[in-house]
C-alpha cells in the first residue's frame, strides 16, 4: 500500500467531548451522541486512547477468524488497547464485532482469536486513485483476557522492536 495516502478529515465538531465518554456502537446514529454529522467520520482521536499505538513491521496482517469476503488488513499501528489498519473495500458487510487474528508472513506468526469492535471505518483518499477504495479501519481490543492481554503485548514488543513494558 502507498505509504502517501491521506485520510480524509471529519467535520470539526462544534464542541469536544469528554474523552472518558463511552464509544457509540459502529454504525449506530451519532447524531445524539456527536456532532459529528456522519458514522464513518467518529475518529478514534488521540485524547480518547489511553495507550501508546507503536508501528508494526510491514507484513503485519489482520485476518478476520470466521469466513468473510473481508478476510484481510494490512496493520498500520498497534497498543495493548486496539489496532489501525488498512483494507480494500469490496463491498462486503462490515463485521462490527467479533474475533480476528494477527499474522507477520514473514515470521510465519499467528495470535488468534482476539476480540474487537470497530470505532471507526472510514475511505481513504488517495493520489494513485485505486479502481478498489481503500479504507481506514480503527478497532477497540474488547475486553481480552489476561492471558490474551498479555500475548497482544508480547506481539508488539516482537515485532514493533519497544519494549511496552
Known sequence: ?????KASRPSSPKESRDPSDPYPPFGHDV????EH???DETLLTPNRRTEQRYDVEEGALVVYDRRTDREIGFVKDLGPGGLSFEHFDVGAPVIEHGEFGLLVLDSNYYLGKIPYRIVSDYE?????HSPIPIRHCSVHFDNPNKEKSREIEAFISMFSGEDIH
Do not use: G, I, N, V
Open 1 to 5: 500500500m502507498d505509504r502517501d495516502m
Open 31 to 34: 447524531s445524539h451522541t456527536t
Open 37 to 39: 454529522p456522519e458514522a
Open 124 to 128: 481513504l483518499e488517495t493520489e494513485d
